[in-house]
Every structure is written in C-alpha cells, then in structure tokens.
C-alpha cells in the first residue's frame, strides 16, 4: 500500500575539527600503540581506535555474562554526539535517530532496558518513569566505556528485560599520576539551516599515590534540519459516518512543513578518589546532564477542520487498486475538496536536566575479603511546552456576509461577536450587519480579504514525495475575482489568526535515593571443589516521580460592561477561562459563559449571543512573519505562504501573558500523576571453574512496594480539552520476586568459547501505566451541533494493578577470537515473556460539551499481556585487517565492525488475517 509521507532529515553539513576522532569502520595506531605489540592482552595501553577495540573485544572475551562493550578511542574523543550514537555499534542494540542524533535504545527489539551509571541505576531526565533509555541528553564524549548486558550478571543492581547498559565515566585513578589535560573542539555549518553549531570539551585530571580529582564537561550546540509531508490522524473513510462504499485511508488532514530543532547540551563529570589506607578507598563523583531543545516547525495545513462527518467525503481517489483484504483500496492520488487551509507555527520548548551523586566506600587490602558500600542520590526534571498558532485563509463565509461559522439559521449575516469596546477598534466596514447587542456588541467579519469557497486540489503520492496541484483556479473571496489560491497565500493581509494555544505541556520531577553493600570472599583452593568465589549484598531503592501535564488558560470578557451569562447574569469578575484562543470558540457553555442579548431575526424576542474568543487579528499583529518557500524538497508543488515565525513562542508564557493578560496552568487530570515505587533486594553469588568449564550463578529476591495516587476525571472543561479534576484515587500494592540466574562458559582452546545463559528477570513497568488516568478526546461536532465539542474517544493511560514485566530468558552464544582486537560471535536466544503491557479497547459514553451524553466511544487502555515471547539470532564481528592481513602495511590502520540482528516476536493476540500479533 502506499504511504504518504515523505521525510528528510539534515545533519550536518561543513565539519571542522580540532582533534577529530575517526570513524567507526577506521582502526588507527598511534606510534605509541606500536611500542606495545608485546604486551598481553590482559594489560593493553594502546590508544586510538585500535585501542578501543582492543578494550571493546577483551571485555567480552573475560566475562562470565554475555556482554558486548565499547570503549573511547581516547580522552574525550568517542566519536558520536550522544552516547545512544556510539550505542549502535553493539550487535542487538537497535536505536532511534530524533532530528538525525541518537535518542533512545532497544536491545533485541524490546525497549525494557535498564541504564546504570557506574554499576548503579541512573536517573535520566528523558525518561525519569520510562524503561526505555532516552540518553539525547547524555554527551558521549564524557564516557570511557558502555558495557550491554544481554545476559543476567547476578552483581549488577538491576537487570532488564532484555538486557542492562552501564555506563562507565573516568574516575582519576584510572589515569597516569600527575596532570593530564585533554580537550578538542568540533565546529559545523548546516546546508539547509544555515546556523553555525560547535561540539566542544574537556577534561583536566590530578592524581597522586593517594589522592586524584578529574573533571571533565562537553557542550555542543547544534541546528537540526527535520521536514516532513504527509498525513495527520489518519482514518478509514467509512469511520465517522462516512458512507463511501469503497473503504480507503481518508486522514483528518495533510501537512508539509520546515522544521529546525535548536539543541543545546551540557554534561559535567567530577570525580574524587582518595586511598585512606588499610585497604580502603573513597570515591565520591557527580554527574550533571542538561538539555535545552527548540524543536520549531513552520508548514501549511490542508484539512476537512476536524469534522467528523467530513472522513470520506473530503477526498476523492482518482488513482487506486485494490489490496486484496476487506475491499480496501491503496490510493496513489485524490481529489481534494480543501474545507480549511491555515499556515501553522509550532514550538516546542523543553528543558531537562540531572543530577546523580555516588559516594561509595570500597574494601580491598589484598586478602580474600573485598567489599563495598555506596549512596546515591538522584534528581531530575523536565519541563516541555508547546506554543502554536494558526493562520488561517478563509473568510468563513460561502457568500458576503454570510456566514459557515457559528451562523444563526435564521440569519446568516450573524458570525462572530464581539463586546463594543473591540468593535470600536474596526472600521465600520467589517461589520456583517447593523445588529447591535444588549450593551452595543456588533458582529464583525474575522477575515474580510480571505477567500470564501473551497479550493478544489489534487495530491498525487504515486512517487517518492508528494506532489500538490491546482492552486491557480480563480476562486471567489476578498480579493475579487479572478484571484486563485496561489494569489491568496502570496497575500499577508489573507491571513487571520485561527488560534492560538499552549497544550499538551508537562512537568516532570524525579528523586532516587539508594543504599546497597555488597561482599566477595575469594577462595584459594576451591570451595567443594569447584567454588571460586561468592559475593552477596543488600539494596534499597526509593524512586519517586511527580507528573503534570497541563495546558495554557487565559481569560475573557472579565469586566466588560453590559457582559453577561446564558442566564442573565453577571459575568465573573475574573472572566471565562479558555484555552483555545480560537475565531471558532464562543462562549456559550454552561460552565461559563460571556455575551449580550441580541433581537431573535424572526421574532425579535431577545436571546443569548455569546461571545467570540478570539478576536479578528492578523497574522502580523503581534507576531513576527515570514514568507516560506523552502519545505525542505519534501514535497512539491507547494506555492510560497505566510506563516509565524516560531521562534516568538519560545517563551510562550510570556507570549501569552502579553497577548491576553495571563496564562494559567490546567491540568489535565487523566495524565498528571505521583508514583512512589521503592525496592528492596537482596543476592547471593558464586563463581565457579570445573576444567574449561567456568561460570556464575545467582539468586536475587526483590520486594517492591508502590504507592500510586491518580486523578479522578471529571466533565470536559469548557473552551478547551481537558476535565475537572474530581478528586484522588490512593493505591498501595506489594509483591515479591525470587530470580536466578546462571551463566556458563565452556572455552575450546584458545579461540573457542561457547556460551549459555538462562534467568528469571522482572522490571517494573512505565510509571505512566501505573499512574495515568482517563483522558477524554472530542471534536467539533460539525454541522449536527455547531460550535459545539463533541467525544470522540478517550484514553484510559494506568492501572497500578498491573503486574510488572516478567520473562525467562534463555541465551547460547558461539566465539571465536582469531586476533588480539578480532573476533566473530554468533548468538540465538528466546525470552519466553509471562507478563507484560499492550493495549487494549473497550467502550464508554461521556458528557459532551453541550451537556449531552455522546454515543458510544472507544476507550483505550493498557491491559496485562500474557505468554509472548521475542526470539533470535544476532551475529557479530570485529576484524582489525592487521590481525588477518599482517603483511600488508598499507591496510595495518584499518578494520571492520559490524552485526546483524534478526528478532522476530509474537503474544498471544491475533490479528484480523489469524495471525498472531507482535
């Protein structure tokens, strides 16, 4: 079937750098490293990339668990900009790319994954009550090694679903004595952006016998060019009352637009080591993350204006074929009857930053006794906010002075509405009529030189982006006649302010505190006969988290003489609240309304006329505009257009505030939430050796108690989309985990090993699928109630009765090392998933905003997945040409890493074709 959507996305363009790091497919030598050939493996200094991989590939030869590593080429220079970049090295470890940099990470397909820093859990601020590591914020520049986990190693804190990533920074006894200073600088210009980024940083280091300190920071800014044309809330044409008898995709609406996302990182690594004596040594270090995004998107909207009975009937294919299930049809190209064109700005703001403190207490004089003890505190927030505006086209009319909004059936003369004192501010002309309200209130026309029928247009996906035409058909409107699309876009004074709003927003706080000891004996002569060693510890976790989403209020109409109520009252000093800053909000809803009583047309008895939100504005009235031409070559055949530049919402409370008078946080009950979840565990260990036979095996019990409070929803507020907050709901819930775990390594010579893991693991899920409540979606009802916001569905987002993830893992895995920085890997591996979370759909009915009760909707919820499973194989390789190719010195700098991985999954569900679902 065809999809259409077309995306490009920029990186980077012109690259300087003052102490550039290689590519990953480059193994270089300093003449250092070549000074070392001599040495074993076991006490490797080579540096560069050679000498990463040398690292990279003795990590995983050494250790009991099945483990793949990374380790930096040298100080400061792994070359990636976020360590989810450098992540992508490591077979089975897919990520995701935000605005062409590395943002989140699956291994084996899964996203339950736990991050640890340092060999304890850590606390980031892109994902604070997410499993899935979103490290965007995290400099890789600041880490001298990543180990992933695929196996369960019983002394790890935790342990994922399918597997742990540990981040490793330097600490100063790891470096030479004395003073060490390392920096570089990376400068670039973008093609497409046109902005000039930089990637700098540094570390300076002091060490003695007894004492170090090493301090270490990276910043870069950067300008991240991200387009997109394609499709918004997509739909099947027969949803909605659609009645065509062909079933097609037929979406809300179509966008294209320029997006730049502005980004600005900061991480500080400092960390303090002293030998106390006696065998004891202190380290104490923090680690600070901060990012500032700007993710800002200028485009053109083309749309049936969310009417539900519009899916369907809007669009009209012209090229198809059938796809062989239900009677659908793939459409390559349609007919587009264009009820809502509008330029949109939109900017979303957030800012992130963390703190992670470890003090730590270690134990080793030498004997067979070591251990360790350790605190960490952890801290995060993050606040995301959205600004946008619209700027719409049309005049909001099908003749002069007649109105398609908020039009009175019995006369259509009468649109928007407004109190005298903003009447006053236009000329006479605007005025739709000589009708006057109770206290002087006159109806105005919102767009007088916007056009007034709709543009008939063609979009054509047949190819690899999508193709619009049809813009020069004269169409009727302000401009006069003879006057097309293109002619109205190229006009500024075309342009009305459709809305503006702030939605969607969120805040995000996040505390952990951990304590845990843990204790190793080592054996000389082997503990009934085959026990090298035994470890065993304590932990306890407590991680809270705090979530608020919210949107922007401002209010109206407070104080305004003569103003009054659908009954007559007054209206509240304080005014209307509204969201929507919209030319299609009136107030007329119960919760609150503002207006004047006008004469009936037919009777002349007077009857209520609510108000208009939004006043006529331009484009440009307090906004800064700019002529777009350049989609990013993402779609064709767009003419130019005027649009908000978005960076005027970059504080979009202080935009608000000075448009409107102020800007108050709702909240949007269903998706603010507090969760407490607390951990305690305890493990015993043991190393074992029988022959070539070698391994550990373990068991962890874990105690988790969670404290969840939810919001309970009410009615849908007026004027925007959120609902009263009702009341709390308080959950307590407690349950136990007993999970063993065993890994086994066979070695066959010296390039042999063959390996074999199994463990019970378990991670908690989401914290949003324990915390979030009901959210309620609606619409404008369209033509059947105008002006008013009917459900159209609503998400139920948490359960805390929902069971964590659960699974049995099962891995074997084949090595063969034929180098000092070469090996060949092959693994397979079953993770039989007893308990986990997918979505499920029920039904419900809900007031709408008129007061009625709706049909019935769909209510989305996550529900308790049951007996799924993720298997495959994962193959791997890393080849220094040296190690095969010794006699040919022209190809001693180079290599080759690379993986493959094939990861298929199912749960028990099955899909509309018998299958079951993945």
């Avoid at 303090?272 to 006696?278: I, K, M, N, S, T």
Wanted: with cysteine; net charge negative; charged share 20%.
């Amino acid at each position: 079937m065809t999809t259409p959507r077309s995306k490009s996305v920029w990186t980077r363009g012109l690259t300087l750098a003052l102490l550039a790091g290689a590519s990953q497919a480059v193994i270089t030598t300093t003449a250092l490293a070549q000074t070392t050939e001599e040495t074993a493996v076991e006490e490797i200094v080579v540096t560069g990339v050679r000498g990463s991989q040398l690292k990279s590939v003795d990590v995983k030869r050494k250790e009991a668990s099945i483990v793949d590593a990374i380790s930096s080429e040298d100080i400061g220079k792994l070359p990636d900009v976020t360590i989810v970049d450098s992540l992508q090295r490591i077979t089975g470890v897919q990520i995701q790319r935000d605005a062409g940099e590395g943002k989140t990470v699956n291994i084996r397909g899964l996203k339950q994954v736990i991050t640890l820093l340092n060999g304890e859990q850590y606390l980031s601020a892109g994902n604070m009550g997410e499993a899935q590591p979103n490290l965007l914020d995290v400099p890789s520049q600041l880490m001298n090694q990543v180990l992933v986990y695929k196996s369960t190693d019983p002394n790890n804190a935790l342990s994922g679903i399918s597997g742990t990533i540990d981040l490793r920074t330097r600490r100063p006894f790891q470096m030479s004595e004395g003073f060490t200073l390392a920096g570089a600088v990376e400068g670039q210009r973008g093609d497409r952006t046109s902005e000039d980024d930089y990637l700098g940083n540094i570390l300076a280091s002091w060490r003695n016998d007894r004492v170090g300190l090493l301090v270490s920071a990276a910043q870069s800014k950067s300008n991240l060019g991200n387009n997109y044309s394609g499709t918004v809330a997509l739909s099947g044409n027969n949803d909605w009352g659609g009645t065509n008898p062909n079933s097609f995709i037929s979406p809300h609406g179509y966008e294209s637009f320029n997006r730049v996302v502005e980004r600005k990182r900061t991480g500080v690594n400092v960390s303090f080591e002293a030998d106390l004596g006696e065998g004891f040594t202190l380290i104490a270090e923090g680690f600070y993350a901060k990012l500032d995004e700007y993710n800002r998107a200028i485009g053109i909207n083309i749309s049936n204006r969310w009417d539900g009975g519009a899916f369907g009937n809007w669009t009209k294919p012209t090229d198809f074929q059938p796809v062989g299930i239900g009677g659908w049809q793939a459409v390559s190209e349609y007919d587009i009857d264009a009820w809502w064109i509008n330029s949109f700005s939109v900017n979303r703001v957030t800012k992130s930053e963390s703190k992670n403190y470890n003090l730590e207490l270690k134990y080793d004089n030498g004997g067979k006794f070591t251990s360790e003890v350790r605190a960490i505190r952890a801290n995060g927030e993050k606040l995301s906010m959205n600004g946008q505006a619209q700027g719409d086209l049309s005049n909001w009319q099908y003749a002069p002075n007649r109105f398609n909004l908020f039009r009175n059936a019995q006369d259509r003369t009468r649109g928007p509405f407004y109190p005298k004192a903003i009447c006053d501010q236009y000329p006479a002309s605007q005025r739709s009529n000589a009708v006057a309200g109770s206290a002087g209130g006159c109806y105005l026309t919102p767009n007088p030189q916007g056009y007034g029928e709709n543009p008939q247009l063609h979009y054509d996906i047949s190819g690899d982006h999508p193709v619009w035409s049809g813009f020069d058909t004269p169409i009727s409107g302000g401009l006069g006649a003879g006057k097309t699309l293109r002619d109205y876009m190229a006009n500024k004074d075309s342009y009305a302010i459709g809305a503006f709003s702030s939605e969607g927003n969120n805040e995000v706080e996040s505390d952990m505190n951990v304590f845990r000891a843990d204790g190793h004996y080592r054996f000389d002569d082997k503990f009934l006969g085959f026990i090298t060693k035994v470890d065993a510890g304590v932990r306890q976790s407590d991680r809270s988290i705090s979530v608020e989403q919210f949107h922007l209020f401002s209010s109206f109409y407070g104080g305004v003489a003569g103003a009054v109520q659908k009954n007559g009252t007054a209206v509240p000093a304080a005014g209307c609240m509204a969201q929507w800053k919209a030319i299609d909000v009136a107030m007329d809803n119960n919760q609150c309304s503002a207006g004047e009583f006008v004469p009936n047309p037919i009777t002349g008895v007077p009857e209520f006329q609510p108000y208009t939100v939004n006043r006529p504005t331009k484009l440009y009235t307090y906004n800064n505009i700019q002529f777009v031409t350049d989609l990013g070559g993402v779609t064709s055949g767009m003419p130019g257009f005027w649009a908000i530049d978005p960076k005027d919402f970059d504080d979009i409370v202080a935009f608000q505030n000075k448009v409107f008078g102020g800007a108050t946080r709702v909240q949007v009950p269903g998706q603010t939430y507090d969760v407490d979840l607390k951990e305690q565990s305890a493990y015993g260990a043991a190393d074992f050796s029988i022959g070539n036979l070698s391994g550990n095996f373990g068991l962890r019990v874990i105690q988790t108690e969670l404290l969840v409070k939810q919001n309970n929803t009410g009615d849908t507020l007026a004027y925007g989309d959120t609902n009263a907050d009702v009341g709390d709901t308080v959950t307590r819930r407690k349950y136990t985990d007993w999970l063993p775990s065993l890994n086994a390594v066979y070695d066959l010579g010296d390039h042999w090993k063959f390996r074999f893991a199994f463990s019970k693991t378990m991670q908690p899920l989401d914290l949003g699928n324990y915390g979030g409540g009901l959210s309620i979606f609606t619409a404008d009802c369209g033509s059947v109630k105008p002006g008013v916001r009917c459900v159209t569905g609503a998400s139920s987002s948490g359960n805390p009765m929902l069971d964590p993830w659960r699974s049995d893992n099962f891995d074997g895995a084949v090595e063969y090392y034929f180098g000092r920085a070469s090996m060949f890997n092959l693994s397979a591996f079953k993770l039989k998933i007893d308990s986990f979370v997918t979505s499920g759909v029920t039904t419900g009915r809900f007031t709408n905003g008129d007061g009625s009760l709706s049909d019935p909707v769909n209510v989305s919820l996550p529900v308790q997945g049951q007996s799924g499973s993720v298997e495959g194989v994962e193959v791997g390789a890393k080849i220094a040409f040296t190690d095969v190719i010794p006699d040919m010195p022209i190809l001693s700098n180079f290599g080759i890493d690379t993986n493959y991985t094939y990861s298929p999954s199912e749960e028990s569900r099955v899909g509309l074709d018998g299958h079951k679902l993945p």
